[in-house]
Structures are given as C-alpha cells and as structure tokens.
C-alpha cells in the first residue's frame, strides 16, 4: 500500500509585478479599506511536497497575509513540523477524512495548515492513479471556467480604466473594493452601470470599512445597481453585527476575513449572518473541508463562489474544484494571482483566456512545480520532515 513518507515544506514571498507595485506605491495604497498598516508589497506562501514510498510527489499551496490569516509562513510550517505531521506521515494519501479527523482531535484551529495537507493529497491521488484531481471531486463538468476580475479602490478614472481593460479580456463579472465613505461607493457603483450597464455582473468588497449601521445605509444606497453580493461590510469577528446586516438588506453577504473553519460558516448561515460562501484553498481548510462546505451552502440555498490571489499550483486547486462543481457554485471564480505576482512557480501557464481559465490537462492538478523558481523566491530553506 502506497504511504506518504516524507513531507517538503518551503516559505515563499513572491513580489507583486512592477507596474503593480508602483501604482499602489504612487495612487491606490493597499488598494482596499482593510485597517492595516504594513506596506502589502507581494505575497507570502508555502509549498507543500507529500512523497510516497512508491516514489509519487504531490505538490500543494497556500496564501498568507497576517491581517487576514492571522499566521505566517513559518507558523505553519512549524505546526506541520511539530504536529500535524504525525497525523500525516505513514498514511494513504487517500484516506483524507481519517488524517483530517486526526488532526482535529489532537490539533485545535490551524486550519490552513492542515488545508495545506489535505490539498497536497488531492494532487497526490491524482499522481498515483494518473488521474485529474477533479475526479475526486465529483468529476470534470466543464473544460474551462469563467472569472471575474478584482477591481482596487482608487481613483474612480483608474477604477473605470482596469474595468474597460479586462472586460477587453473577455471578463464580464467584477469585484469592486469600496469602504472611503457610502457617498463614493454609490458614486463609483453608478458610473460602473452607466458605463457596462447590464453586460457585467458586479460584486463588492468593504474589507471590514463599516459599523453595522453603516453598513445598512450603505448596500441598501447600492442595491438598486444590482449587486451580487457584498462581502465583510463589517469587522471580521463581529457575526452578530453581519446579522444585523443581513436582515435588514436584500443583497447577500459574503464573510471572508471572519471565515475560516468549516464550524464558522455554519455559525454565520445559522445567524442569518451571510447568504453566499465564499471559500479558496485556505478557508475552511483543503479540499475535503471545502466540499463539505459547498454542500451545506447548497442544502441552504446559498450560492457559493471561490476567490484568491494564489500561485499556479492553488490555482489549479481552484479550477479543478470549479471545474467539478461549476453546476452548484452560481458566480465566477476569481483568480488573481496570475495578474498581480511575478512569478506563477509552475512550468507551463495556465491557459487564460478570453474571461476563462481552461482545466490543466494531467494527472493531479496538471502543474509542474518550478525548481528554480522555488529555490529563488525561498525565504528559508526546505524543511524535510521523515517519519521516524
């Protein structure tokens, strides 16, 4: 029986590309009304490598940010290292839910570390049986999917200018970050669908801009533009405050930076507090937490959507799962990585094109992990955990 033997654990920053990194410098600041201060210059990640005694690799990823994660790239390698990995290492890569029960009886929270586990094992699979990760999810229901592009808070003429760049794309729904003040949202809302009318689909972010009083005046001022959603109008720990919202809204809510665990999104549906999921390699944690995730959403009647900023390797993540479950989802995946890092750390490049990211073609995720790319953007050295 195939076993996993050894687990690679590396910590990464990738820069943001140039032109990026100038314009937030010079224009946008963070681009978002997120209260933090650190200066957001690229992102921080780690790959995971899960090896077999067959001598198969899996490869996984995850995006860290403090002010939304709470942890760092060493943080969770040293939850791996000194923990979780003992649930981990001598297993069947596909005995997912025995390794995630194991974790979770000894191990409280870390949820993305174990995610970052849990994923790792889903490419794994597909490396032993030469299969699409997809498979285990239910199975491929489309050859490509669509994406909605992320729109900065800025200046409303360069707002409307990466609008027009990406619907030139091929892009026909947008996340619009807002938060300076209701005034400006309902300004930049209204020129969105003067300017589009109803060719896009809009989706906004508050990143945590507004009490919940506020945050009332403010979707209930852009409703009548035809929002999808509006996700975390208020702060993130504050899930009776996006009940209060809830209620006294028409727009669904979405909770990002307060959702994490598969028991939060229960939580936040059972106040009332959201009506979309949102859910990326991170949160709630893997492939078999997100699953499990998006079926509760469906047998409540919510949509879901999948969003993050990710490499090459979660990004096939990505789009296997919404490649697999496009039929239960109900908006566009946003995948931004591809536009905002400088490197993808993956061989071959996704195929995006036209508003779309085609399913990689391969057994597991259908990526290559770029050696070099990964020895050149480590911050540390790979730690190697065996087991003993």
């Not at 028409?250 to 307060?258: A, C, M």
């Not at 699953?291 to 096939?316: F, R």
């Amino acid at each position: 029986m195939e076993k996993i033997i050894t687990i690679d654990l590396t910590p990464l920053h990738v820069p943001f590309k140039k032109a990026l990194r100038e314009t937030m410098k010079s224009d946008i600041g963070l681009g978002m009304a997120i209260p933090a201060e650190e200066e957001w210059v690229g992102g921080d990640f780690v790959i995971c490598q899960l090896k077999t005694n067959e001598g198969n690799i899996g490869i996984g990823e995850v995006f860290v940010w403090l002010p939304e994660s709470g942890v760092s790239p060493n943080q969770i390698i040293d939850a791996i290292q000194h923990g979780l990995a003992g649930y981990v290492l001598g297993e069947n890569p596909f005995n997912v839910e025995k390794m995630r029960f194991r974790m979770d009886n000894n191990i409280a929270h870390n949820e993305v570390a174990k995610g970052l586990l849990d994923m790792t094992c889903y490419d794994l699979m597909g490396k032993i049986t030469g299969r699409p990760a997809c498979d285990f999810m239910g199975g491929k229901t489309v050859d490509e999917i669509p994406l909605a592009a992320l729109i900065p808070l800025a200046e409303p003429i360069l707002m409307k200018g990466f609008t027009r760049s990406f619907y030139k794309k091929g892009f026909k729904t947008f996340r619009y970050k807002l938060g300076n003040s209701i005034e400006e949202d309902i300004a930049l809302c209204k020129m969105f669908r003067d300017t589009f009318g109803n060719k896009v689909r809009l989706r906004v972010d508050y990143n945590q801009a507004y009490s919940p009083p506020e945050a009332v005046r403010a979707i209930k001022a852009i409703e009548p533009h035809a929002i999808d959603y509006a996700e975390q109008p208020v702060r993130k720990d504050d899930y009776m405050g996006m009940a209060y919202v809830q209620k006294r809204v028409d727009t669904p809510l979405l909770s990002h930076e307060g959702f994490f665990s598969l028991q939060d999104f229960i939580t936040l549906v059972e106040l009332g507090a959201v009506g979309v999921l949102g859910i990326n390699s991170e949160r709630p944690g893997g492939v078999t937490q997100a699953l499990k995730a998006l079926h509760y959403a469906e047998l409540h009647g919510l949509g879901t959507v999948l969003h993050n900023q990710p490499l090459g390797i979660a990004s096939a993540m990505h789009i296997h799962f919404a490649a697999a479950k496009h039929n239960s989802l109900g908006h566009a995946t946003e995948l931004f990585g591809q536009e905002m890092m400088e490197d993808d750390l993956i061989v071959d490049p996704i195929d995006y094109s036209n508003g779309t990211a085609k399913v990689p073609d391969g057994p597991g995720w259908g990526v290559k992990l770029d050696e070099s790319a990964l020895e050149k953007y480590a911050t540390n050295p790979t730690i190697t955990i065996k087991k003993s």
